[in-house]
């Protein structure tokens, strides 16, 4: 067991530091980098990872029983088409981590099992909230102008959990939490597609949707301060983490 967890490690900290993952500076990636990535993304009978794989990239697959851990890179603007594409001979998303990584990008944690639940219902709000320009995501270094989003979390239960940094508290409530509120009531075209467990994958086109659920879900009340933890930087200042707690 301790032998597989410091390969998942070092695999991960290798392809992290990868370009993949880099902020863009003009260069491309190596074939030897790219080899050596490819072998520690391993193959898979995971058909969703594997078309994750042709979408986006490398991918890392971590296979632990009947879950499918993944972490690949997203445009933030792709992640609701990310999640309909894991949709595929019956997996199901169990937990979702979308992390900025600079610009429009990001590093997306993906757990997936055969276990059907109504994960979908909930792909609509959560890729609107991380679509560029919804709300303010961290590039480099903070400043006090905004409270500035680093990731979005869920584990498809009854809530979901957006994090982030800012050296006003204030803001918190001024600027993103209204911005996560108005979002989540805006039900227009949330239930206007819906999707199925039983899409067939077009490798040319984006596959066919169908009737499954019944509406998507909306964020229902206000966000809950749930923690913050205040901390010095000798660039910035003194800064505040938060964590806001989202209803379904």
Not at 27 to 34: G, H, K, V, Y
Not at 160 to 167: R, S, W
Request: proline residues 3%; aromatic residues 10%.
């Amino acid at each position: 067991m301790m032998r597989k967890s410091l390969s998942w490690v070092l695999a991960s900290l290798i392809f992290l530091s990868s370009p993949l993952f880099a902020q863009s500076d003009g260069q491309t990636e190596s074939s030897s980098d790219f080899e050596e990535e490819q072998s520690l993304s391993s193959t898979t009978n995971c058909s969703a990872a594997n078309i994750l794989k042709r979408l986006y990239g490398n991918v890392i697959v971590e296979e632990n029983g009947a879950a499918v851990k993944l972490t690949l890179s997203v445009p933030r603007g792709e992640i609701e088409n990310m999640l309909n594409m894991s949709l595929t001979d019956g997996w199901f998303p169990t937990s979702l981590v979308i992390k900025g990584m600079g610009g429009d990008n990001s590093i997306v944690y993906l757990t997936l099992s055969k276990k059907e639940n109504d994960s979908p219902r909930r792909f609509r709000v959560l890729s609107k909230l991380a679509a560029p320009g919804a709300l303010t995501w961290k590039q480099n270094k903070i400043d006090g102008n905004d409270a500035y989003v680093t990731s979005i979390e869920t584990d498809f239960g009854d809530d979901f959990l957006i994090k982030g940094e800012t050296l006003k508290s204030n803001l918190i409530f001024k600027n993103l939490s209204p911005k996560i509120t108005r979002i989540g009531a805006d039900k227009e075209n949330l239930d206007s597609e819906r999707f199925s467990s039983k899409e067939n994958f077009d490798r040319t086109k984006m596959f066919t949707r169908e009737t499954y659920y019944d509406n998507d879900t909306g964020i229902n009340g206000q966000p809950f301060f749930e923690h913050g933890t205040y901390k010095d930087d000798p660039e910035v200042g003194r800064y505040m983490i938060f964590t806001l707690r989202c209803k379904w």
